[in-house]
């Protein structure tokens, strides 16, 4: 739907040092074009506009989107999903206080805590699980570790997101379900498991050849979304 193709990897290369991951978009781009791909960019599309194009098979790669935090209150205030916080940019009044709920622990998540603490006085990085950077492999979570410590980002191990009303934040101990609070925060941010985003499938799986391939087969990391595109390509 994009007017640019790299879906969430565009967005990933806007971040603080994230922004040699763009030459994976610019590798793809010059492979498409050595094919002869046509594409066709800018345009959100549904089962009848694919179809209208009358074609012997149809791969689907239409992504995931981070869920809710489980344990959050129905009636919570609204909150941010990561990627739709990076969409947005910057904060148009800067922010003094922002609570980032990290069940991700990709350097991607961690990409977005960077840019939070230029953009805002006071990060709170909160997470259900007992450390820190657990998807990041452990020279580059000493990274994660330094930038955020040097930022002053103020981090919260073994709580998980219960609240979020009137700007106070309401937090559980997952060992004690003892519940605390974070008064006058301005923004929640989260980065959560994804769920896959497949609204074309069931309009066309009865009608043409079809595969799912990356997030949207089911939500993975950036090489094994590539890899599963190139393992589809070359079964056609
Ligand atoms: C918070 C977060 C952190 C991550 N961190 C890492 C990390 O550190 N390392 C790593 O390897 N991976 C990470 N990932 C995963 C990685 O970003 C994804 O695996 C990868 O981007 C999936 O690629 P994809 O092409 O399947 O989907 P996407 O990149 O999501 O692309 C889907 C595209 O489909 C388009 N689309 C959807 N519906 C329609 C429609 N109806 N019409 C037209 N277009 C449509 C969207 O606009 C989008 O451009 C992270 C993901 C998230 C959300």
């Known amino acids: 739907a994009s007017k640019l193709a790299g ?7 806007t971040l603080p040092g994230r922004e040699e991951v763009g030459a994976m978009i610019d590798y793809q781009l010059n492979k ?10 800018g345009q959100r599309v549904d089962a009848s506009t694919v179809m209208a194009t009358a074609p012997e098979a149809v791969v689907l790669a239409t992504g995931a989107t981070l869920r809710p935090p489980p344990s959050l209150a129905a009636n919570a205030d609204s909150i941010t999903a990561a990627d739709a916080y990076v969409v947005r940019l910057a904060p148009v009044v ?9 069940m991700d622990h990709s350097v991607s998540a961690y990409a977005v805590v960077d840019l939070l603490a230029q ?3 006071h990060v709170v990085l909160v997470t259900p699980r007992t450390h820190i950077a657990q998807n990041v492999n452990y020279c580059s979570a000493i990274g ?3 930038r955020l410590h040097q ?3 103020e981090i919260v191990t073994g709580h998980d997101l219960i609240n ?5 934040v309401t937090v559980r101990n997952v060992f004690t379900d003892q519940e605390s609070e974070f008064a006058a925060v301005d923004e929640v941010i989260y980065a ?3 769920l896959v985003i497949d609204p074309l499938g069931s309009k066309l799986s009865s009608r043409v050849e079809l595969q799912r391939v990356g997030d949207c087969q089911s939500p993975r990391h950036l090489m094994a979304a590539i890899q599963s595109g190139h393992f589809a390509g070359l079964a056609l």
Do not use: E, I, N, W
Not at 32 to 41: M, N, T
Not at 94 to 102: A, E, P, Y
């Open 151 to 153: 930022a002053r980002v």
């Open 7 to 13: 879906g969430r990897l565009r967005l990933d290369a």
């Open 144 to 146: 994660v570790h330094r």
């Open 94 to 102: 800067r922010q003094k206080r922002v609570l980032f709920f990290d």
């Open 32 to 41: 498409a074009k050595q094919y002869g791909v046509s594409l066709q960019l």
């Open 164 to 168: 979020f009303q009137r700007g106070t």
């Open 119 to 121: 953009q805002v006085d």
């Open 192 to 194: 959560t498991p994804r």
